[in-house]
């Protein structure tokens, strides 16, 4: 079946500018999480969904992030009035349950640039 | 709260050869998970291998294994007989509860 998938892969954006990031998990996986990855480091946790619900966003940065889940499915990453300092790839995984077992699937992630 | 660790910023290893990337953690929940993840130079993580807190026995995958070692709260990664597309970003991870936390990742290369 069909990967997580994630559009648009890149995004070049004015500071100031607002930007929408989504995220398509696997079908029927209850867990989405997202991830800001800045050049040379790792993934670094921002929120997580279980269904529709956000149970953590302890992750986000400022409260210019933020994001939804509204039916369970797709997910939206949004950020107001970006910086220079918004530019990373934003990565989505999800998984089929919430278990700490359970495998975390990557998208191809959305590079974002702000000029 | 979680904590993983990689001490290795980049390493090399010769076409063929076996190679441990080292990965420490620290979590204070009872029960957690511990994986490994492989990132080329095209971006995608590619999961590798999993191993649970209270699995007894250390995980395999091919051509991977992870070293669990609870009391020293460590999961090195082995990888035997390295080929040229093993070259990428590694990063080991931790995941409690909802939560993950990614090291900050071995670089490797494999000489031919």
């Known amino acids: 079946g069909a990967g997580v998938s994630q559009s648009p892969r890149y995004k070049v954006a004015k500071r100031g500018q607002d930007v929408a990031l989504r995220c398509d998990p696997i079908?029927?996986?209850?867990?989405l999480f997202w991830y800001q990855q800045a050049l040379g480091q790792g993934p670094e946790f921002l929120t997580y969904f279980q269904n529709e619900a956000q149970l953590d966003k302890s992750g986000l940065p400022s409260d210019r992030f933020f994001a939804e889940r509204p039916e369970g499915s797709v997910s939206t990453l949004k950020i107001q009035r970006t910086q220079q300092e918004d530019s990373a790839v934003y990565l989505c995984?999800?998984?089929?349950?919430?278990?700490?077992?359970?495998?975390?699937?990557f998208g191809p992630g959305t590079r974002l640039l702000v000029l | 709260a979680q904590k993983i660790t990689q001490t290795q910023p980049g390493m090399f290893v010769q076409k063929k050869e076996a190679v441990t990337l080292d990965c420490t953690y620290d979590?204070?929940?009872?029960?957690?998970?511990l994986f490994w993840y492989k990132q080329p130079s095209s971006g995608e993580m590619i999961f590798l291998i999993y191993?649970?807190?209270?699995?007894?026995q250390n995980a395999t995958e091919g051509r991977y294994s992870l070293n669990f070692q609870k009391a020293r709260k460590s999961a090195n990664l082995v990888i035997s007989a390295s080929q040229l597309g093993d070259s990428a970003m590694y990063f080991c991870a931790i995941k409690g509860y909802q939560k993950v936390t990614f090291g900050t990742g071995t670089k490797l290369q494999v000489i031919p």
């Open positions: 079908s029927g996986h209850v867990s």
């Open positions: 191993q649970g807190s209270y699995d007894q």
């Open positions: 979590t204070s929940d009872p029960s957690y998970g």
């Open positions: 995984a999800s998984s089929l349950y919430p278990d700490r077992e359970e495998t975390q699937y």
